[in-house]
């Protein structure tokens, strides 16, 4: 009796072993396969746009009937999307679909075109704080190949750094300074002063070059980056944002966000925004 006992016990204890075991085995192939779907690299999403690599990570060579196939590509576009905070309907998204694998027109993503930025949100230390700034980022040739450079700056304390004064508030030098040898300069060149009034009636600050100024004398210093995504207007008449989504899952990595249809007008209205601009 108790032989037996120990034998059922011990093919109990193997079953649940077994079990165990293939439960583990499972596991980990999902795992890996929510890893191979993921998107968690920039460049996997733009070659997956092109339909130049599955969902399993292999890359297509461009002689295989597979490369940027329509049908393959509208399989892969589907899973570059944000399937949980879309907020977008979904027969736009089936618009969108249809127009950049179109038989006759395709559309491919390019890494070094120009209608594509990063906004990248920073953080930097200015007069003893620490600060939220935003760089805008794009790609440009250099010399053999590319490179990101910064093409523009929002921070805070630099909006109202020229604003210029107005109507009949506006400080002014007399049209006869010229006969004072502009000795009355001394009132517009004091600190904490207001030096822009003097300029052109058209006259616009470079706040890029007064960041720069900044880092280099020391003023401003960096300290990290708190969150980065990428806005596209590369498919003519279309804008889509880009962001990385880091959760569980098969629908994670750099995915679609926003995706929206607009014209020219609301093209440069939405670059204005975008670029934080009055």
Same mark, same amino acid.
Do not use: C, H, P
């Given at each position: 009796m108790i032989k037996r006992f120990l034998l059922l016990s011990g093919l109990f204890v =193997?079953?649940?072993?077994g079990n165990l075991q293939a439960?583990?085995?499972s596991e980990d192939d999902e795992i890996e396969r929510q890893l191979l779907a993921s998107t968690k690299q920039l460049n996997q999403f733009?070659?997956?746009?092109?339909? /130049? /690599?599955?969902?399993k990570g292999r890359e297509f060579e461009p002689e295989d009937r597979q490369y940027r196939n329509s049908r393959l590509r509208k399989r892969f576009l589907s899973i570059l999307f944000d399937e949980e905070n879309a907020g977008f309907s979904e027969s736009l998204f089936e618009e969108f679909v249809n127009k950049v694998t179109s038989d006759d027109q395709p559309i491919f =993503?390019? =890494?070094?075109?120009? /209608?594509?930025?990063?906004?990248v949100n920073t953080t930097f230390r200015y007069k003893g704080r620490s600060m939220p700034l935003t760089l805008y980022m794009q790609i440009q040739e250099e010399g053999l190949g590319y490179e990101w450079v910064i093409a523009d700056i929002s921070f805070e304390p630099y909006k109202t750094l020229f604003d210029k004064q107005r109507g009949q508030t506006k400080e002014f030098l007399h049209p006869m300074s010229h006969e004072l040898d502009f000795m009355n300069l001394r009132?517009?060149?004091?600190k904490d002063g207001s030096p822009e009034s003097y300029t052109l009636a058209d006259f616009e600050p470079d706040l890029l070059t007064v960041f720069l100024y900044d880092v280099k004398m020391g003023n401003l210093t960096f300290e990290t980056v708190n969150r980065l995504n990428y806005h596209f207007f590369s498919v003519d008449?279309?804008?889509f944002s880009l962001n990385n989504f880091n959760r569980p899952g098969y629908n994670t990595g750099w995915l679609i966000s926003d995706l929206v249809k607009i014209n020219a007008q609301q093209k440069e209205d939405l670059l204005k925004l975008l670029y934080d601009k009055k």
């Open positions: =193997l079953v649940i072993q439960q583990i085995v733009f070659s997956r746009f092109n339909g /130049e /690599e599955d969902t =993503l390019d =890494l070094q075109a120009k /209608e594509w930025f990063a906004v009132k517009a060149m004091v008449g279309w804008y």
